[in-house]
C-alpha cells in the first residue's frame, strides 16, 4: 500500500435532478469534489492510503467537506482549518446537443486565501510515496503557486515521485500566467497527464494532425507531443487521456502513456449513455497513479486508468465510486453489458 | 426586439417522474404546455417582447399557468378570464421501442369555450409586429376556428405579418374538416410551418420519395411539396423541420426553409439521449419567427430554428429553456458535446 | 383466455434511484419481482387468467407482494402462507460500460423453506391450460427440486401444457447439479425456452460459430443446438432469445422459435438507452407463451415475444408493464419512435 | 365475510409533494380516491368481500383507477367502461392555519355520464349482504340521482341493508336541491352516517348549542338531532363523527352511534401531526358497515370506527391502508404512540 | 393598487429536503429569497404593484432570482446587472428542540459591491407612493448604507412613503455600529417595523416585563418601548410581530400596531407544525405595507398582517405563496382548520 | 479524548419516504443502524475515538455498512469480515395515533453466525477506555452471550469501565432466558442504561406507582427501582430515560441518573413533532458515556444525555447526527424555537 498526497481545492457541488436545467424545479443534489480530492478518493477506492490536504472552513460545510472524504477513507487530519467559506459550483448535467455546464463560485474560499505557513510538508510527507497535484490548484491564485513550488521542492527533496496534471482552466488564469507558473512547476514534476489541448495552451506544443473540436485525433500528433514534453521538462512519465466528443452523452474514450521509451495505447470505448463526465479525467490520473506505485508496466498501466476513466462517466458526482477490483474486470474484458448476479 | 403574439390554448401536463409508466409509482411532474403558448416562452427566451392571449379559469390552476408564463417574462395581460377548467394532458416519456405517450383531457376546457368578444384584437395587436397561430386552435372546435379567423383578417389590415404551424392533429379533427378550415385560414398567412405530414394529411400534398414510417426522406420530395404550397397558398416563407426517428430516443433532425426562390437546409443533428421531444417543433417554430422577425437570411434562420429544436429534445417539459447565445453558438459549432466551465 | 399457472420465488427488490449506486444517497425504489412472477403479470397485462404459486411469509413484506401481484390481477389465492422472511435483492442500474449488478439475498426464505404439502397440486391445476416455471426454482435448493417434479408430472397426468426457462444461475447451483436435475424435469417439459449460455451450461450443448462474450452470433450454431435439445428431450416447441450486449445501455435483441420442423426468427431490435434489462427473459417466455396459448403460428409468436421482450427494456422493475396491444402494435410496425398521441 | 357493494365516482388525485403549495415545484402525488371507493377499499382492507361499482373511461387513466383498487382485491369486475375522461381534483396539503384545499374537475366524467342501463343491480347484487353510497353521487347531477333511486329499490327488494353518508357538498348542488332528493333517497336508507353540518344543511336539523365554526360540540344537541333524523327517517342506526378542529394538523376526533335506544359514544382522540384528513369520513363510515356486517354491539362498533378514522389522519392519499387488527388495536388501547417492533 | 419599490439583497437559497441535516442525504431543494424581496413578493401576491431594486450578477444563478421574482409579477427592471456572484445561504428545517440553522455565504455578492451610480432613484421612484427597506441592507456594508440614505431621501423629496424593518442580524455588524447608521436612517422612516429585540438591540430601549429566552411577553412593555421609539423618530406608524416560541414547530404569534394614537393587537395564533418560519416577519412588514397603502385602520391592519405572518409558517421557502383573500380569511375566521373544498 | 469500543451489530435500515406506509409508493430511504453502532456514532460526534466491533459479510451491503460509519469518523479496523447477509429491518415512521413500526430480518445474519475467535479482545481493547454493549447483543443467540461474555472479561481485566444498556426485546428472547443472561452478564458492567420497563421485564424489578402504558410515571418508584438494581448488581452508575408517549410524533421526555448516592433528575422536554424515534435510547446512553468519560457530575450528565436524546427524536435515521456544541446548547437553554443565524 502506498500513502499517496494530494493537495488542492474541494468544493461543493450543486447539481439539478435529473436532465434539468439549473433552478428548472429547485430539485437539487449536492456533493462533493474537485481535481485532487477526486484522485485520493479514487485511490482510496484502490485500496491505497490516500491523503487529502486542503484549507477548510471549521463550519458546517467545510466539515461537510471532510466528512464526505472519511466516508471513502481518505485521511483528511492534515486540514488546515480556517477561512470563512468553501467554494462551490453549479454542474448542469447535458444531453445530446446540450453541453453539460458548469458555473464557478470560489473567489474567496478558505482555500484560495491559504498562506503557506498552513502547511507543514514535513510533517504531511511523513512516510509518503507519492505527491500529486493539478494546473488547477496554482492558478487559484493567492499564494497557491508558491505554496504548490514548496509543496514540490519539499517532495523532492525527500525523494518523493511528484505528479500533476496540466489541467487548464481558461476562467483561471490567461494562458500566458500558466506557461510561466506551470513550467516553473513541471521542473520537480517525475509524472505529467494531461491531453493534447493541455499541452498546446499551457506549454505551446501543438498535436500536429489533431483537430479536437472537428473530432479529428491523430496517434502520431500525440506522440510527437509526448516527446517534446519529455525533451523539454524530462518527465519519467506522460500520460494522455484522448477523447472523441460526439455528444454530450456519447464519447470515445482511449488513454495513451509513455515512458520515454514506449507508447502504450489502451483499448478505446465507445461510452454511450454518458452519467456524468466531469472527474473522468481525475479517474485517469487516479488509474495512473496506481498502476505505477504498483510497479506495473506502461500497457496495464494505461488500461487501468482508461478503464476507471471509462466508468467514471456511469457514474453521479465528482467522486469515482469503483473498485479495483470493477475497473480491473472493465480493463480485461472491455465490457459486455451483462447483468452481473 | 419585436412584438409577437401568439393564440393558443395552454394545458397542465402531467408527467410520471423518470421513464415510469403512468401511475407505476404514482410520482409526478406538472408542468404547463401547449404549442403557441411554447413559442411564446422560446421568443420571451431570446429576448422578444412575447405576448400570449388564451383564456383561463380564473382558479388556481388557471393562475398557475399565467404565473408559469410569468417566469419568462411572457406577456399574459390579455387574457380572458373565465370557464371552468384548465385542459389538461398526460405524457409519458419514451425510451428505445417505445414511445412517448400523450393523453389529453382538455374537453370543455376554459380555452374551447372562448367566444370572439373575449378577445379585441385591435387592443392586443397594438405595437405588435407578428402573430402566429398553429392548426392545433382551430381544431379545438367551438367558434375558436372563427376566432383565428377574425385575428387573422385583423392582423393582415395592420400589416402584421402572420404564420401558422400545420401541426395536424388526426384526434382533434377528420382530414377533410382540416383542410376545409386550414384552406381558408391560409388564405391570411405569410409564413407556413409544418413537416410532410401535415403537408399530405391537410392539404394532400405528398413528398414523392418519402416514407416517413419507413425512415427514407428525399430532399427533393420536400422542395415540391414547398413549391406547391407556395403556389398554392401565396406564403412569403415555407418552414419544414425534417425528423428520421430511430427510436423515442435516438433521431437525426434538420430543417428546411423556401422563400419562394432558394432552399436553404440546415446541418443535420445526430440526437441521441433524447429527454423530450414534445415541443420541439414549437422550438422550430419560434426559431423561424425569431430569425426572420431579425431579418436574418434564410440560410442562418433555418441554422437557428433547427438548433433551437435540436437543443429543446434535451430539455423537460414544454418549454424550451435555453437562451439566443445557447441556441446561436450550436447552431455556429454543430455541438461538441465537451463541458462548458 | 387460459389460464396459467407459474410457480416461483417472488422477491422485494431494491435499486438506488437513477444511475446511483448503492448507498450513494440511501435514495431507493422498492418493489417486486422474480422470473416466474414476470411471466405471470406479463400474461395478466396480456388478457390471460395468470396464476402465481408461492410461499409467503404471513407478515407485512409478503402481504405487499401478493398485492403488487393483485394490481394486475394475478390469482394469489393459491398461495402458501408461513416462513419467516421473503427473499430479496439489490439491483444496481448499469450504464454504459458499467455492467447492472445484482445481490441476492435469499437464503432462508418462505419460498426456499417450502414443503411439497404447501401446495396441493390437484386443486391448483383446475381448470388449468399451461404450467410454467424455470430452472431457477428448483436451483433454489430444499425440497423444491421434488416440488417442481411433482407439479410437473401431476400437469402431464392433467394434459396440461408445460414450458420451462432454463435461465441457469451459476451462484445457485454448480453445473453438473442442474444438469442433473433439469436432465430429469425436462422429461415432462413441452416446451423450453432459454438461449445458448443455457444450453451449453445446462446441457453441454455448445452453438457452434457463437462467441457471446465476444459479440458473435451465429444463426445456423443456434439451430444447430435447438435441433440437439429436440432429439434430446422431445420438445415440442424451443425459443431463444438472441441478444448482442453492447454496453448496459445498448443491445440487439432477437428471437428463435423452432417447432421441430420450421425456425423463425423475429426481426432485430436495436435497443438504444436501456432502462432496465431485469425480466427480459422472462417477458419473452410470456410472450412464448401467449402466442402458442392463442394458436399463433411460430413467426406470430416470435415476433410477438421478441417485441415484449424489446419493450421490457424501456421498463423499470421486473414487470412489463405494457398491454397486448402495445406488443403487438410493435411487432406489427418495428417501432418509429413517433410520438403516440 | 360480507359482501358489501358501493357505488359512486373515483377521481385521479394529485397532490403536491409534502406541503407545498399547488405548482410550487411541480412534484406531486397522483393516487386515486372517491368517498364510496374509500369506503370499498377499506373494507377489503378490513376483509370484508368489497365491490365498487363505477363507470369508467376505457383508457389507461381509467385503468388505472381499476388497477389501484385491484391492488386491494376490491372486485371491480362491475365496472361500466365508457365515457371520456375519469374525474380528478387537486389536493394541497394544509398545515398549522393553512387550511387543506381541494380544487375538483369532475365535469363531464364518464361517472357523471353514466346510464341507469349501465349497471344491472340484479346481477351486482347477487349474494351481497349490503349497498352502500354517500350524497355525493346524487350531487353529481346527469341522471345520478334517479340511478340511486333504483340501486336502492334493487337493494331493498332483495332484503339488502341500505347505508348512505350525507356529505353534503355544497359545490355540487343547492341545499334545496339536495333535501329535495335527499328525503326521497333516504326513504330507502337503514343506516345514516354524517354530522351535524350535514344534517342541519341537508334536512334543516339543527344541533342546539353546537357552533362548529367556533369549535362548540354539545353532546346532547347531537343526540337530538339523531333521534329527530330517526323519526323522520325510521332509520335503524345513525352514526355521526364529531370533529373539533384546532388547525389543519390538530383534531380532537370521537364517534356517536344511536341505534334507536341506545347512544354510544366512543373515545376521544386527540390527533396531532395529521398527515391527510381527506377520507377520515369514509373511513368511519367503513367501521361504521363493518361493525354492523359483523354483528358487533354499538359500542364495539363505534370505537372500531372512530379509530378507524383516526387512523386515517395519519396516512397518505384517500385510501385507509389499515388492516383490521391496526384498528382493533388502537380502539382497545386508545394509542400510546410506542415503537411497534 | 399602490407602487411599492423595495431595495436589498436576493439570495439563493438551499434547504435540505425534509427534515434532513446538511449534506445527510444530497437532497436539496433551491429557492431565492432576502427580507426585501420577500416584501415584493408578498405585496404582488395581494395584487399591489411591486417593484424589487438590486444589484445581480449577469449570469445563471443572476437570472435565476430575477426569473423566480417574476413568477409573482415582481417588476425586476430596474435592476443593476454586475457582479461576480449571488450570495447564498443553507437552511436547515428544524423540528421541536432542534432549531432551525441558517448558514449565509453572502461575502463578495454582486450587491455587496453595488455603487451609488448603479441606482437611478428618480428613475426608480417615479410613479411610486411606497419605499421599502430593512436592516439588513445598510448591515451588508460597502456602500450599502450610503446608497440606503439617498434612496430615502430621494423618496422622501417625492414625498413618499418611507417604511423600515430594523431586522437586526448580530452576524452582520456590532451594536453599536447599527445603532448609530440605524439613527440615522431612520430621520427618513415614516413606517417602522421590528420586534422588541430590535428595538433593544439597535436602539436600547429595553421592553420591560419581557424576557424573550424565557417566552415571558409583556404588552404594556412593548407599547413603552413603542412610544419611546416614536418619540425618538417621529415615526408614523411602528407595528411589532409578538412570537412565544415554544419549539422549532409551535410558535405562538401576535401582532400590535401603533399609530402614536392607539394600539392595536391582532389575535394570537396557536401555530402548531410550523413548515418554514423564515420570511414570517417580512410577510408581516408586507401586510402593514399593504394595510396602510389601501387605507385599512389599525385594527384590520394588524389583523390582516398577523394573520398573513401566521400562513407564511405554513409554506415552503422565503416567499409567501398566498393570496390576498387567503389571508382576509383568515384574519377574519380565525382559522377552522377545515378542508376547503 | 476517551477510546470507547462498542460491540453489536449493524443492519441495513429501510424506510418508506415521508410518512408513508410500507410499499405505499415504492420510494424508500436506506441508512444503517444498530443500537451500540449508534453509540459509536454519538461518541464520535461528539469528538470521542469511537470503536465499533462487529461482524460483516465482505459484500457491497457489509462494506455500506462499514463506510456509513467511516463517515463519521468511526473505527472499524476491527471488523470480522465473513458471513453471508447483513441482516435488515424496515421502519415505518408513525404520526399521531399510528405508532411507528419496525419489522426485522436479521436471522442469519454474518453477526449472529459470529464465533468468538472472530474478536481478539486483547488487540481490540487496546488503549481503551471503555466498553459498551446492550441487551440485544447476547439475544441475537449463536454464540454471542459468550462473546459478550468473553467481551466484559477481558475488559474488566483490562481496568475497562463496562456499561451496558439492557434493551429488552421480546421478540428475540423470552424473559426467562434475558433474566439468566443478563444477570450473568451484569456481573462485569459498571453502568447501566434502561427504562423502568427492561428493569421490570429482565430482572422483574416494578417501578411502583407507574403505568408506562397509562402515561403515568412515578419518580419515586423510578428511585426505589435503580436503588434494587444497584443492591443486586452493584452498579457503579445506573442511567433511565424516562418518557412518556402521549402520540407517535408528541412525547415527554426526561432523564435519572443515580451514582448510589444521589438522583439527579434532568429538565422534562415536551417533544413535539417527532421526525424519528428510533435511537433516541442509544442517543441518551452515549450522552451518559461522554459525561462520565469526561468526568461530569451526575446532573451535568443527565442533562447532556438527555438533550442529546431528546435532539435524536428530529433527526431522520438512526444515527443522532448532532455535535457536542448542540447537545450541550440545548443542555442549557433548554431551547426556545428561534432560528440560529
Redesign the interface.
Known amino acids: 500500500m502506498s500513502r499517496v498526497v494530494t493537495f488542492g481545492e474541494i468544493m461543493l457541488r ?1 447539481s439539478p435532478a ?14 462533493f469534489g474537485g481535481a485532487e480530492a477526486n484522485v485520493a478518493v479514487s485511490l482510496a477506492n484502490f485500496g491505497e492510503d490516500a491523503v487529502f490536504v486542503t484549507r477548510l472552513p471549521d ?3 467545510g466539515h ?1 467537506a471532510a ?2 472524504l ?4 481518505v485521511d483528511v487530519s492534515h486540514t488546515a482549518w480556517g477561512g ?2 468553501l467554494g ?1 459550483y ?1 454542474c448542469e448535467r ?12 470560489r ?2 474560499s478558505a482555500f484560495q486565501r491559504a498562506k503557506p505557513e498552513d502547511f507543514d510538508w514535513d510533517t504531511i510527507f511523513r512516510a509518503a510515496d507519492w505527491f500529486h497535484f493539478t494546473g488547477i490548484t496554482p492558478a487559484l491564485g493567492g499564494e497557491l503557486a508558491r505554496i504548490c513550488q514548496e509543496a514540490c521542492r519539499a517532495a523532492r527533496q525527500k525523494g518523493i515521485t511528484v505528479s500533476c496534471d496540466l489541467n487548464y ?1 481558461s ?1 483561471l488564469w490567461p494562458e500566458e500566467e500558466a506557461r510561466r507558473i506551470m513550467t516553473a512547476l513541471c521542473a520537480d514534476v517525475d509524472v505529467c497527464m494531461g491531453n493534447e489541448e493541455d499541452a498546446e495552451t499551457v506549454f505551446g506544443i501543438h498535436s500536429s494532425g489533431t483537430d479536437v ?1 472537428a ?1 479529428i485525433l491523430s496517434g502520431r500528433g500525440y506522440e510527437k507531443t509526448m516527446e517534446e514534453l519529455r525533451d523539454r521538462f524530462g518527465f519519467r512519465q506522460i500520460a494522455f487521456s484522448l477523447r472523441a ?7 470515445d474514450l482511449s488513454g495513451l502513456l509513455y515512458d520515454g521509451e514506449r507508447f502504450c495505447r489502451s483499448r478505446e ?7 456524468d ?2 472527474g473522468s479525467g481525475d479517474s485517469f490520473a487516479a488509474g495512473v497513479i496506481f498502476g505505477l506505485c504498483r510497479g506495473w508496466d506502461g500497457q496495464k498501466t494505461v488500461e487501468f486508468a482508461t ?1 476507471a476513466s ?2 467514471k ?5 465528482d467522486f469515482n ?2 473498485s479495483c477490483r ?1 475497473v480491473s474486470k ?1 480493463a480485461d ?1 472491455g ?7
Open positions: 450543486l435529473g436532465w434539468q436545467r439549473l433552478f428548472q424545479t429547485g430539485e437539487m443534489r449536492a456533493c463550519q458546517e460545510i461537510g466528512d464526505a472519511g466516508r471513502f477513507g470563512d467559506r462551490l453549479f447535458g444531453a445530446g446537443v446540450r453541453n453539460s455546464l458548469c458555473i464557478y463560485d473567489a474567496g482552466r476562467r473540436q473530432g466528443s460526439h455528444s454530450a452523452t456519447r464519447n470505448y465507445q461510452l454511450d449513455h454518458i452519467v463526465r466531469v478503464a471509462a466508468l462517466h456511469s457514474i453521479e458526482g465510486r469503483v470493477e472493465l474484458s465490457g459486455n453489458g451483462r447483468i452481473e448476479r
